[in-house]
């Protein structure tokens, strides 16, 4: 096998099972490297992302956006991550571990379809097909590229499992912390 032959098969879903069927662009955000104290092989990482970024055909290049997104103020953080959700046509979390999930539960209350990995907590947030789509086995770059692929090319269901996400978050998790404070302040203004 040569060098070509390995760069194929360690290209991503979006290279290989998005771009050739839409004219999406895919951004790939995340922390700083030099940002996560506990996370030493960032930097290496993003060294790694940028060496194959620059050896993907440039028809494809130019529609990859690697995006490093400042932790140290947290409002700027927080209005980067809202525009790039409030934007996004279908926000995947291809985790091998997940917690909670944060970045699922945001993209869920802003009526973003989400395509995540079957881990973790992402299955207490997310209802296979009726509050956005859950994908088994995160190392199935075809299974992810087919959903995306799928809500990208069909936007009333796209549409719908947005609306029904912000439902879901509703529901189960913002409903309890906003009873919660309202409960204190009733204490709070009796006590």
Avoid at 117 to 134: A, C, H, N, T
């Amino acid at each position: 096998m040569g060098p070509a032959q390995r760069a194929g098969r360690r290209d991503g879903f979006f290279v290989r099972f998005i771009a050739p069927r839409t004219d999406a662009c895919l951004v790939l955000a995340g922390p700083t490297a030099t940002s996560v104290i506990d996370d030493p092989e960032q930097p290496e990482i993003l060294e790694d992302l940028g060496r194959r970024h620059k050896a993907m055909p440039a028809a494809t290049r130019h529609r990859v956006v690697i995006a490093q997104i400042p932790m140290q103020d947290t409002e700027e953080n927080a209005a980067i991550v809202n525009a790039l959700q409030r934007r996004a046509d279908v926000v995947v979390q291809k985790s091998l571990a997940e917690g909670f999930g944060l970045t699922v539960s945001e993209a869920m209350w802003k009526r973003r379809p989400v395509v995540a990995s079957r881990v973790g907590g992402i299955p207490d947030q997310i209802e296979q097909g009726k509050s956005g789509i859950l994908v088994d086995d995160a190392r199935d770059l075809r299974a992810f590229g087919d959903a995306v692929v799928g809500l990208l090319q069909d936007e009333p269901p796209a549409r719908w499992l947005g609306v029904e996400a912000r439902h879901r978050v509703a529901r189960k998790f913002i409903s309890p912390c906003h009873l919660i404070e309202q409960a204190r302040l009733v204490v709070d203004l009796v006590s």
